[in-house]
C-alpha cells in the first residue's frame, strides 16, 4: 500500500509540474505581451504628447503672428522693457508711462501691430470691442451707394485714381473694389453691434482682427468715407450752404489738400501704404465716426498736448475711445482699471 501512495504522489507531482510549466510558458507569454503593450502605449502616448504640444505651439506662434491687436500686457512693464538704460529720453518715457498708470487709472495696453493702418486700426477695434453702434449718419443713408454717388450723382470720375494702400492699386476696376470695401465694413459692423454678450463681441474681434485681408477692406472703407465727408463738406463751401464743422476750414488751408482729389492725391492714397493718419485727419475721423478720440502723447508729457482730443469739438453723446502714442505715428490701446 505504501508503494501505491508513493506512485501515486508521485505522479501527481509530475503531473503538477507539467502544468505549471505549460501554465509558466503562458505567463511569461502574457507578461511579455503586456510589457510590449504598455511600452507602446507609453511611446504612442508620448508621441502623441510631443505632436499635440508642437501643433499647440505652431498654432499659438501663428495666432500670436497673425493677430493685428495682441493681448493686454502690464503697462509698467512694458514700459520697462521698452525703455531701458538712463538716457533722457527713457527717462521721459518712462515717467509718462508711470503718470498714466497713477493718475490716469491706465494698468495694461494693447499692442497694434505697427504699420501705416495703425491708427485706423486701434479705432476700428475699440468701436467693434465696445460695440459702438453706427453713426448717426450712417444710420440714416446707404453705406454702399456711397461710391456710386460720387461717382455718378457728383461727377467725381477722379476716383479711378483711388490707391488701395499697399495694393497701389488704380483704374476702372477702382469702383467694384470700393464697393466691395464698403460692404466688409457694413457686414461686419452690424455683426459687432447685434452682439451683446462682451466676451462673445472679444472672441469676433479676435477673429476679424486675424484675417489681414478683410482688415485692410474695413480700412479702406473708412478712408473712403473720409474721402466722401472731404467731397460733401468742398460742396456746401462752394454753395454757400449751411456752416461746416471747422476741421474742414483747416484741413483745406493746406496747400496739399485744397480740395478734394488733392486730399485723395496727396494723402489718402497713401494711407496704409507709406504714411499714416496726421492730426487733422485723425479729427475727421472722430468726426465722421461720431466718437471722441482722446489721445495720450507720451512725447508732449509735462506740455499742455499731453492729452489731447480729436476732434476738439464733439457732442456730449458720442462714446469714447483712447489712444496711447510714443511719436504720434504709431498707437497702442490703452486698458483702464479703477
Given amino acids: 500500500g505504501r508503494h501505491e501512495v508513493q506512485s501515486w504522489t508521485t505522479a501527481t507531482k509530475q503531473s503538477l509540474c507539467l502544468v505549471w510549466q505549460k501554465v509558466k510558458v503562458q505567463l511569461m507569454l502574457s507578461m511579455s505581451f503586456l510589457v510590449t503593450v504598455v511600452w507602446y502605449c507609453r511611446r504612442l502616448y508620448s508621441f502623441l504628447a510631443q505632436l499635440l504640444k508642437r501643433w499647440s505651439n505652431y498654432l499659438r506662434r501663428k495666432l500670436i503672428r497673425n493677430l493685428s491687436v495682441l493681448m493686454e500686457v502690464d503697462l509698467l512693464g512694458y514700459s520697462v522693457r521698452e525703455w531701458k538704460g538712463e538716457t533722457q529720453q527713457a527717462k521721459h518715457m518712462r515717467e509718462a508711462y508711470e503718470e498714466l498708470f497713477w493718475s490716469c487709472h491706465i494698468k495694461y495696453l494693447r499692442q497694434v501691430r505697427r504699420d501705416n493702418y495703425c491708427v485706423l486700426r486701434a479705432v476700428l477695434f475699440q468701436i467693434f470691442s465696445q460695440g459702438i453702434p453706427f453713426p448717426s449718419w450712417m444710420r440714416e443713408r446707404d453705406i454702399l451707394k456711397l461710391p456710386e454717388k460720387l461717382l455718378y450723382s457728383q461727377g467725381c470720375n477722379w476716383i479711378q485714381q483711388y490707391s488701395f494702400g499697399p495694393e497701389r492699386y488704380t483704374g476702372p476696376n477702382a469702383f467694384g473694389k470700393l464697393r466691395k470695401c464698403m460692404e466688409t465694413l457694413k457686414t461686419n459692423w452690424l455683426e459687432i453691434i447685434a452682439t451683446k454678450d462682451h466676451e462673445e463681441r472679444g472672441n469676433i474681434c479676435n477673429t476679424l ?74 479729427c475727421l475721423l472722430g468726426y465722421l465716426l461720431e466718437v471722441k478720440i482722446r489721445v495720450y502723447r507720451l512725447h508732449r508729457f509735462n506740455t499742455e498736448e499731453f492729452q489731447v482730443n480729436y476732434p476738439d469739438e464733439y457732442r456730449r453723446e458720442w462714446n469714447e475711445i483712447s489712444l496711447l502714442t510714443e511719436d504720434d505715428r504709431y498707437y497702442h490701446i490703452p486698458v483702464f482699471r479703477t
Fill in 209 to 282: 482682427f486675424s484675417d489681414e485681408s478683410k482688415e485692410h477692406k474695413m480700412y479702406e472703407a473708412i478712408k473712403f468715407i473720409m474721402l466722401y465727408e472731404v467731397v460733401e463738406a468742398y460742396e456746401k463751401i462752394k454753395n454757400r450752404e449751411e456752416p461746416i464743422h471747422s476741421l474742414f476750414s483747416l484741413l483745406f488751408a493746406r496747400d496739399s489738400s485744397s480740395d478734394p482729389l488733392s486730399f485723395m492725391m496727396n494723402h489718402l492714397n497713401s494711407i496704409g501704404d507709406s504714411l499714416c493718419l496726421d492730426q487733422v485727419e485723425l
